[in-house]
């Protein structure tokens, strides 16, 4: 299979360049050039299936010649073995046909662990074959560190550097990101914040010479293998719930557009999806445009759904190629003019959107409403990403006789501030993590000061 770029000029990749590269050469992003389409006999079939063995199923055609079945196996086994539950993706029933999806069994607590423990295994197994070594460089807020940390601590051929404000997480998602003591591991707490690290790490990669000869890789949601995992569960939730012979709707806490965007393709692949609801905090850009066909960046707002605070979501751009009949210079048009200013789809673009998805938003006090209601009436307790879901879930809901199944993105535990902000008790950390505030950190605090920061990872990174 071959992936194509989104702006239409960087060349076509197969799936272990793509897998490396991340961002395409020309800005854009990588997209297969056709999917992968399953019958309804066939998604049928799978329905006795373990999450490793629908995973691979759904994986394999993405993956197609680059990897051997069996290795590529072996991978999803030792991904999903290490989840903290038998189910991997389980089901838990708020009230009738309303379903919430927990995604959080992985080692980190968040649906992040469902791709980047198999991108860390599929990346280190691509460069061992080819006798590589890459550098993995990213900014956190919070989830995709830890999660991308995790990915890669047992790699041989990766070094991994994560920049995260300092004193600017919570302790939680600081402490699974520091705790890490593998030897290929780095964790820098930037003075400064979000944006700045986030800025560091697209200058490194657009001039990587401080690397001498070494390259960087991308673990972000722009790296098309955290997509294609994030297809699965859309299956396995379907099938849990009756389909395919019944169709499915989910809601889904968006940040970038790619959670999401994995549930589009799974529709597009053959899973009878009915709806697809884009839940968003107040940083709504995602809202707006499928709304009211308005894409302008707003100003950033801090929330109590960080994981989900952003001003541009970038997989967007992956449903706008498809929306303007893969037209790359269309889409090039586009996004340069949307860095300059607000742009509209034309509107018969836009009414293809509004065809794909319905929408919402909520702010902190709703998820913290939300959160209180749905503790007082079922006991189950949401963490404020999933609630944001479950209030867009009923608000967008169009026929209730259709399963509506929210993807509980985070653990309640590791965003206790709306827990008890709803008059909660927060909860307790699993049983894997119970040493967490016990746990040796280490930590590289370094100056706003780029070459401070290249210099540290220069001296740091191993060479074969
Ligand atoms: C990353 C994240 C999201 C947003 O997912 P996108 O793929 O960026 O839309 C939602 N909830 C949690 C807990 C996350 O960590």
């Known amino acids: 299979m071959k992936y194509i770029s989104t702006r239409g000029q960087a060349p076509a990749l197969e799936f272990a360049d793509v897998l490396l590269a991340g961002l395409a050469s020309d800005g854009g992003l990588y997209v297969p050039e056709q999917l992968p389409t399953f019958s309804q006999e066939e998604i049928a079939s799978w329905a006795g299936l373990s999450y490793a063995e629908l995973a691979f199923k759904v994986i394999k055609p993405f993956v197609d010649t680059c990897i051997d079945d069996a290795d590529l196996k072996r991978m999803i086994d030792e991904t999903y073995a290490g989840f903290n539950h038998s189910a991997v993706a389980p089901l838990?029933?708020?009230?009738?046909?309303?379903?919430?999806?927990?995604?959080?069994?992985?080692?980190?607590?968040?649906?992040?662990?469902?791709?980047?423990?198999?991108?860390?295994?599929?990346?280190?197994?691509?460069?061992?074959?080819?006798g590589e070594r890459l550098?993995?460089?990213?900014?956190?807020?919070?989830?995709?560190?830890?999660?991308?940390?995790?990915?890669?601590?047992?790699?041989?051929?990766?070094?991994?550097?994560?920049?995260?404000?300092?004193?600017?997480?919570?302790?939680?998602?600081?402490?699974?990101?520091?705790?890490?003591?593998?030897d290929n591991v780095f964790n820098i707490a930037l003075e400064g914040n979000f944006d700045d690290c986030q800025q560091m790490v697209k200058d490194s990669f657009a001039d990587q010479a401080f690397l001498k000869g070494l390259k960087l890789g991308a673990v972000n949601s722009i790296n098309w293998a955290r997509i294609m995992a994030q297809i699965v569960y859309y299956f396995s939730a379907a099938l849990a719930v009756g389909g395919p012979h019944r169709?499915?709707?989910?809601?889904?806490?968006?940040?970038?557009?790619?959670?999401?965007?994995a549930g589009y393709l799974a529709k597009q692949m053959g899973l009878p999806i009915s709806q697809l609801v884009v839940a968003t905090n107040r940083n709504d850009i995602?809202?707006?445009?499928?709304?009211?066909?308005?894409?302008?960046?707003?100003?950033?707002?801090?929330?109590?759904?960080?994981?989900?605070?952003?001003?541009?979501?970038?997989?967007?751009?992956?449903?706008?190629?498809?929306?303007?009949?893969?037209?790359?210079?269309?889409?090039?048009?586009l996004m340069d003019r949307f860095k300059k200013e607000p742009v509209q789809l034309d509107s018969a673009r836009w009414e293809k959107v509004r065809e794909l998805f319905d929408s919402a938003c909520?702010?902190?006090?709703?998820?913290?409403?939300?959160?209180?209601?749905?503790?007082?009436?079922?006991?189950?307790?949401?963490?404020?990403?999933?609630?944001?879901?479950?209030?867009?879930?009923?608000?967008?809901?169009?026929?209730?006789?259709?399963?509506?199944?929210?993807?509980?993105?985070?653990?309640?535990v590791k965003f206790p501030e709306p827990v008890v902000k709803a008059g909660l008790e927060s909860p307790q950390l699993p049983e894997h993590l119970h040493d967490l505030f016990e746990r040796e950190e280490r930590v590289e605090v370094l100056d706003n000061d780029i070459a401070a920061v290249q210099a540290f990872i220069a001296s740091h990174v191993h060479r074969d």
């Open 135 to 182: 550098v993995i460089m990213g900014a956190t807020s919070g989830d995709t560190g830890s999660a991308a940390i995790e990915g890669c601590r047992h790699s041989e051929h990766l070094d991994i550097f994560i920049l995260h404000p300092h004193n600017r997480v919570s302790e939680v998602q600081r402490r699974q990101m520091t705790t890490i003591l593998a």
């Open 92 to 130: 838990k029933e708020l009230g009738t046909n309303e379903w919430v999806l927990e995604l959080f069994h992985g080692p980190t607590l968040a649906f992040k662990d469902f791709a980047l423990q198999l991108l860390g295994r599929l990346m280190d197994h691509v460069l061992a074959q080819r």
């Open 362 to 412: 909520a702010d902190d006090e709703t998820t913290c409403n939300t959160i209180a209601q749905v503790y007082a009436d079922t006991g189950y307790l949401l963490d404020p990403h999933t609630a944001i879901g479950v209030k867009a879930a009923r608000e967008c809901w169009r026929d209730k006789s259709v399963p509506m199944i929210t993807l509980a993105t985070a653990h309640p």
């Open 286 to 333: 995602l809202h707006r445009v499928i709304s009211g066909n308005d894409m302008s960046k707003g100003e950033l707002v801090h929330t109590l759904s960080p994981s989900m605070d952003i001003m541009v979501s970038s997989n967007f751009e992956r449903l706008l190629f498809d929306v303007y009949g893969r037209d790359g210079g269309a889409i090039s048009e």
């Open 247 to 261: 169709p499915v709707a989910f809601s889904v806490p968006t940040g970038n557009f790619g959670d999401i965007f």
